[in-house]
């Protein structure tokens, strides 16, 4: 575990807790969230993503009932925050989802606006890169609980960071920086982040870069449907089928069929393309 500046200052404080054994505490967790698993919703879930990574089947209410359990019970409550920062971190190095989903929701619900916003993305980065955050299901529920609010508590500055993380070769981290958007879309002075990283993600190949943009155009045409038919005519050649209608949801339907007319002719001719080539 790599822990950061916040957590080394209670390291080198003479006033710091004694060290804490995070494997039993994460076990306790476990063991509370195994006794509410249902066979039915695991094979459900993993169904559903495909394999992505592997469920115990207990849903949403019971992990956030069990993490405050445990939490209270386990006396985690009343650690300093950098601690507690640091364990919930450790729940992603579990391989289980409802572990990851734990900690999104250690974070979420106790933590995020505690920790200075730097060190907080500096560790958050580190999840991805490490890829103990590599499907979609957790990406996006961190983007929307964890990364979202983080940004709507510290602005801009925050937000630019965030913004930044389109560049990097790890798919998780670079959709992150378009759907950690997704809860502050609403204001202006992000737009122009938010087309930069889809820019950026749009050209990719990966599926899910492309989706990612898809979602937040949709969110954006909320609030200024031109700058999303505008941003779609520009890059039309690079999107999917999907992309765009996810895109194109809010907008009128004459809209939609003019969009997956044109991006169905651009398909055709780069097929056309490669054929000459071959």
């Known amino acids: ?43 459900w879930w993993e169904r559903y993503l495909k394999g992505a990574i592997e469920f115990r089947g207990v849903g949403i209410p019971q992990i956030r009932s069990a993490l405050a359990d445990w939490r209270s019970d386990s006396g985690v409550r009343s650690w300093p925050l950098a601690d507690q920062f640091a364990l919930a971190l450790r729940l992603f190095e579990e391989p289980m989802a409802e572990d990851k989903l734990a900690g999104v929701l250690f974070l979420q619900e106790y933590l995020y606006d505690g920790v200075p916003w730097r060190e907080s993305l500096r560790q958050y980065g580190s999840l991805f890169e490490r890829r103990l955050i590599a499907d979609w299901n957790t990406c996006d529920w961190f983007c929307v609980r964890v990364l ?6 510290h602005g801009r500055a925050c937000a630019k960071t965030v913004s930044r993380w389109s560049q990097s070769p790890e798919l998780w981290k670079a959709r992150a920086s378009v759907i950690g958007f997704v809860p502050v879309i609403a204001e202006l002075d992000y737009h122009p982040l938010v087309l930069r990283s889809s820019t950026v993600l749009i050209r990719r190949d990966e599926r899910f870069a492309k989706t990612a943009v898809g979602w937040i155009l949709r969110e954006l045409s909320k609030h200024d449907s031109g700058t999303v038919t505008a941003f779609v005519d520009e890059q039309l050649p690079y999107f999917s089928t999907e992309g765009i209608r996810n895109a194109l949801k809010y907008l009128p339907e004459a809209t939609r069929r003019k969009f997956l007319k044109g991006l169905k002719a651009a398909q055709q001719q780069q097929s056309g393309g490669r054929c000459a080539r071959g």
């Open 1 to 43: 575990m790599q822990y950061g500046l916040g957590v080394l200052r209670y390291i080198n404080s003479p006033e710091r807790p004694v060290a804490r054994d995070h494997t039993a505490l994460v076990r306790h967790l476990q063991d509370a969230l195994d006794g509410s698993s249902s066979g039915a919703t695991k094979t």
């Open 148 to 153: 979202g609010p983080t940004i709507a508590t």
